[in-house]
């Protein structure tokens, strides 16, 4: 759906030259929701907005089906942005039109018959629940009924793709969760592709299929939620998702606390139904050793339920390597961590 090649975009020249993204390579299939999560400067912005061609490229190439955004000429270009809808951080509205008018101004300005027009809008103020505030401005809306507005406008043109530049970065936890759940809803629904960038895994790990990590102009790191979050590679991945575990002192503390010389501490994940199946016990049962639980989850990713258990075994030492044999046979993922 979505092919961007080699894509290069310095800004400025000379002494003065900042380069936002040097040599980006992604493929964005058609229906997914694709996550880009990097630091503040590491040009997710950039990246976003030269996929609509609202930043032009330096060099390389951004195709969206059959067509490289970087060849079109004005009026083609025009043409080709219907195709593509976007929301920002804080909204951008117009504070002077009313909700309906905001969603009905992409088709205004293509001069839509205004019957079409009102069926659309309507349709849309539906979608994103907002039907009895079509009359209300700006002011007068929550920021999470903003963003709202923000994503019917966007949807307006019947697009393919939507981007999301931070859309949930400008609220509180709840509304952010809400908007999540609109933004997969119209996925699913429309079987629209959404392109989101955030610097919160939360966000990620929430809706998104598959993630890239960018760090300084560069994609460290990519793949589905799933291996990238349970598996970070790159120490800039990591960051992110310990940066949203609260526990990670205490958990160093439990690490460190004293210990039999043959105890062994690992992370111990559990992937889909396996997470809520009684393995531990069983194969504690059937060892002979003990363990004792230094941290626990238990979430999801999108979907997919995952548990992580971080756990010291304590017994023999020839018993202990049984039982991490034993919890690797049965398809968990076991991770010795060294006190
Ligand atoms: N219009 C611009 N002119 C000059 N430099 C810019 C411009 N926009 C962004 N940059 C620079 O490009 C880099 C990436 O910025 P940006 O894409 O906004 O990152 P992010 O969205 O990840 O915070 C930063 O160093 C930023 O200062
Ligand atoms: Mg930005």
Redesign the pocket.
Known sequence: MITITNLVKT??SGAKA?T?LNGIDLEIAKGEIFGII??????????IRCINMLERPTSGSIRIGETDMTKLGKTQLQQQRRRIGMIFQHFNLLSSATVYDNIAFPLKLVRTPRAQIDKKVNQLLELVGLTEHAKKYPAQLSGGQKQRVGIARALATDPDVLLCDEATSALDPQTTDSILRLLLDINRKLGLTIVL?THEMHVIQSICDRVAV?QG?VIVEQGPVIDVFLKPQQPVTRDFINRESENAEALDDAICAPHAESARTVKVTFIGDLTYQSIMSQTVKETGVDFAILQGTISRIKETPYGQLIVRFEGDAANIRRTLERLVEQRLEVEEIEA
Do not use: E
Request: aromatic share 6%.
């Open positions: 800004y400025g900042t936002a990097g630091h503040s400067g590491a040009g997710k912005s950039t990246l960038i960018i102009g």
